[in-house]
């Protein structure tokens, strides 16, 4: 990659090869170094494979940026999930702006852990429009969120971050519990409810019980 952009390679890379060769050069790889491309190749590697995705996929968005999107998908005849994946990304991107640049700061261990799926319950929650279902019930996976991660903080602030161990903790609440505590059956409503109950939950660094969180929906 670095010969590349030395020998300006990079600025036809994504050149669509069915465009009869009627096509404007573009400005070739955003990045100065490729830290982040050996980070992903060394510690994403799983979270690529079991999601579907690959390398340029991945990648490419990185080299290139969110403005580019369309032109990677079709230089690389990209499925439709890969596609979805690029266009989500683009979205976290845009997100960018809503995360501090403190974030994180020098935390470490447990405590950075929490801070970082609290990120990503942010994200998601600018994302959910409707604010409504809990997050393992999204069709946006969990492991897109960690992928993204990784265009949202700064390398040095994601670099210590175990990608493989990573994962979205168990909600202990279930639908029955809200049922009877609240006395509803509109799916509607319980979603919007099972939402603030994770949200109230996520706020509170994952440790509040059943029972808290039950005596917080009753006074919603």
């Not at 990304?89 to 995360?99: D, T």
């Not at 992928?147 to 279930?174: A, C, Q, T």
Request: with cysteine; aromatic share 12%.
């Amino acid at each position: 990659m670095s010969m590349m952009n030395k020998l300006s390679i990079d600025r036809y890379l994504l050149i669509n090869k069915n465009n009869n060769h009627k096509f404007a050069i573009h400005n070739g790889f955003l990045l100065n170094n490729f830290k982040i491309i050996d980070f992903i190749k060394s510690n994403a590697k799983t979270v690529i494979e079991n999601e579907k995705l690959d390398l340029i996929s991945v990648i490419m968005i990185h080299l290139y940026g969110g403005n580019n999107v369309e032109m990677i998908i079709k230089r690389f005849d990209l499925n439709k999930r890969k596609t979805k994946f690029l266009y989500f990304v683009r979205q976290l991107i845009n997100l960018k702006k809503n995360v501090k640049n403190n974030f994180l700061g020098t935390i470490e261990g447990r405590e950075k852990k929490i801070k970082v799926l609290q990120l990503i319950w942010k994200l998601r929650s600018c994302i959910n429009s409707k604010k409504q279902g809990l997050f393992k019930k999204d069709h946006v996976p969990f492991n897109w969120y960690k992928l993204g991660l990784l265009h949202v903080l700064s390398f040095e602030k994601i670099k210590n971050v175990d990608f493989e161990e990573l994962n979205w903790p168990i909600f202990p609440l279930v639908r029955e519990d809200i049922l009877k505590t609240k006395k509803i059956t509109a799916y509607n409503e319980v979603e919007k409810l099972f939402f603030q109950a994770e949200d109230f939950w996520v706020n509170n660094n994952f440790k509040s019980s059943s029972k808290e969180i039950l005596h917080f929906l009753k006074n919603r």
